[in-house]
């Protein structure tokens, strides 16, 4: 059983009291978080007399994490640690969330057993982790609880326990409708901004609204929460799906909401109000387009000048094999000029993503696009590539 206990500076994970005379050691290691904030920390473990080797205790490092600390320290102590010999490439392990490799061994981080999920050699799992296939979301993934939630967050998964164990309370509930909010509607939503200022307030920043430094953490905070908000979602549909229980995912709507509230004296403040409109939206496609920070209308592009776009992959985690949505930017040698984001239902499979690109692609021609690359990696929702990161970069695309 894990305990904990605090400082300032560092937070401590503790499973295991140490029983040899040597030494333990310690791995300083570090692992990518919702919005590809990182958690950095120590990993503290003792070799046995027969060879194996026995985590002892994590110790975040408060100073280096940029994930709020509780977070970090619930997402860590679920966790199962092993590290092996790197000969021991066949060894059957939970499924894999983090993997090191430290002079002769590898230390890895799989999921706690409660979440399920297949069990499968090392050398299998490590193919999502390798540079090359970073973001490519094209990889055979035998697990598809994989692509539904890479990495599950506790507090969701009890929550969506107790949603269950409410239904068995309520006659003829054999159904769930979850709603989903894109990242600009999310961001629209009048609980989601008196939450937000609230959090500046509770957390002491003191910054002028109207400064550069301000409204650039503001934007940081909107990425990361929402980073958050699309973890605990896929959470909770991994659970339902795990529960055989039939979920439908609700395209959440703001003008939908607002007229549905003022008809019923409900206040747009509370969550409670918007987690009982899911009946008033319509039921999310395998994926809905958006055109998210326009830099001008595409109408308005001289045809004369040489448009080229590049494809992106938003994810809420780093290491996930596959994205939350698809983004892609329309740039001229000089300018930006359109970012549009198809967002995907979290409960589609990879021929939604396919379907999604193939749109994508099938939207820029339309628009003159001559030329198409797509970047490797994830990117948080909400953010953008600097021209500067697109030009010269990204793999040409071909169907």
């Known amino acids: 059983m894990q305990k904990a206990n605090s400082t300032a500076e560092k937070l401590v994970i503790t499973y295991a009291h140490k029983k040899n005379t040597t030494k333990p050691r310690r791995f300083h290691l570090g692992i990518g978080h919702v919005a590809s904030n990182p958690i950095n920390f120590t990993l503290s473990a003792e070799k046995r007399p027969n060879e194996q080797w026995r985590p002892l205790s994590v110790e975040i490092d408060a100073e280096e994490t940029f994930v709020d600390l509780s977070l970090a320290y619930t997402s860590l102590a679920d966790l199962q640690w092993h590290i092996f010999n790197r000969k021991e490439r066949d060894r059957v392990l939970a499924p ?153 995912v609700m395209l959440g709507n703001n003008k939908q909401a607002a007229a549905y509230f003022a008809q019923n004296n409900l206040s747009p403040y509370e969550p409670m109000s918007w987690a009982s409109v899911s009946h008033i939206f319509e039921m999310m496609p395998e994926f809905v387009f958006e055109q998210a920070n326009p830099f001008a209308p595409l109408y308005i592009v001289n045809p004369t000048m040489k448009l080229t776009a590049t494809v992106y992959f938003i994810c809420h985690l780093e290491d996930s094999p596959i994205a939350d949505a698809i983004g892609v930017i329309i740039y001229t040698a000089k300018q930006q000029i359109a970012n549009l984001v198809a967002w995907l239902n979290p409960l589609s499979d990879i021929k939604a993503y396919d379907a999604a690109l193939d749109e994508i692609v099938e939207k820029l021609i339309s628009y003159g696009v001559e030329d198409i690359s797509i970047l490797g990696g994830n990117f948080p929702p909400g953010t953008i590539p600097s021209i500067n990161e697109l030009i010269g970069t990204g793999t040409n695309y071909s169907r």
Do not use: H
Not at 124 to 150: I, M, Y
Not at 191 to 207: G, H, P, R, T
């Open 96 to 248: 894999i969330v983090g993997l090191w490799e430290e002079d002769e061994l590898y230390v890895v981080a799989c999921l706690s057993d409660r979440y399920g999920g297949m069990r499968l050699p090392f050398v299998k799992q490590e193919a999502w982790f390798l540079e090359e296939n970073s973001g490519t979301n094209t990889l055979d993934v035998p697990d598809p609880s994989r692509l539904l939630c890479w990495w599950p967050d506790t507090d969701a998964w009890d929550m969506a326990k107790q949603i269950v164990k409410n239904m068995a309370s309520i006659p003829g509930t054999n159904s769930i409708d979850i709603n989903f909010f894109t990242f600009s509607e999310w961001l629209a939503r009048p609980d989601i901004n008196k939450w937000l200022a609230e959090y500046f307030v509770q957390s002491s920043i003191e910054l002028q609204t109207d400064t550069k430094e301000y409204k650039e953490l503001f934007a940081e905070i909107q990425i990361e929460y929402y980073a958050q908000y699309l973890r605990r979602l896929r959470t909770m549909f991994l659970y339902f799906r795990q529960k055989n229980i039939p979920t439908r």
